[in-house]
């Protein structure tokens, strides 16, 4: 560490600070690195929430999230079969990791305008989503989620929101709920 502390005060001193190397003063391009270090995406390694869901079947776990969703007065606006979309783009004969894999989005209106109220920006969390998905060669069941971040009032409100469905989903698959269908005569 006191390499590199050493290394950038002595580009930092008068000579190193304007002299070009490749056509990019030292100095600028440590200021453009840092710029761009700081432009990472919130969702970056390490914000990924994932919950295992215990004794539960796939149908019944995506019963579950989408009742849970709609419980909370929202509307799934998209199931995108992710599974399916890896097997058609990727390589042919390549296995994916997934023996089922789906993301289920949704979007509170409210919620959504609360965010673009304090920062237009803030459109790009919506709508969000929850993957859910179980490997090759284990039966476990699991719920994902990138976490929209605390950073303002309505992005701890959307990591709340996420939190408690994935939670009482996980829960309720984990008593085997599942949606009965409906014959219409």
Avoid at 2 to 31: D, K, N, T, W, Y
Avoid at 83 to 101: C, I
Avoid at 114 to 122: D, W
Avoid at 155 to 171: C, D, G, M, N, V
Wanted: with cysteine; proline share 5%.
């Amino acid at each position: 560490m006191l390499l590199v502390q050493e290394l950038f005060l002595r580009q930092m001193s008068f000579l190193h600070l304007f002299g070009a190397s490749c056509g990019v003063p030292p100095f600028f391009a440590c200021i453009l690195c840092l710029c761009v270090s700081s432009a990472v995406p919130a969702w970056a390694a390490g914000d990924v929430i994932t919950y295992l869901v215990a004794n539960s079947s796939y149908a019944a776990t995506r019963d579950a999230l989408v009742e849970v969703i709609e419980g909370e007065g929202l509307v799934v606006g998209a199931i995108l079969p992710f599974n399916q979309m890896l097997q058609g783009t990727g390589h042919k004969g390549a296995m994916t990791p997934f023996r089922e894999a789906e993301i289920v989005q949704f979007c509170s209106g409210a919620l959504a305008w609360q965010m673009v109220q304090e920062a237009v920006e803030q459109l790009a969390v919506c709508p969000l989503s929850i993957a859910l998905y179980s490997r090759v060669g284990t039966a476990e069941i699991m719920l994902a989620y990138r976490s929209p971040g605390d950073g303002t009032p309505s992005r701890r409100q959307a990591s709340e929101l996420l939190r408690r469905i994935t939670a009482r989903a996980a829960e309720l698959a984990r008593f085997g709920w599942t949606v009965a269908p409906v014959q219409l005569r």
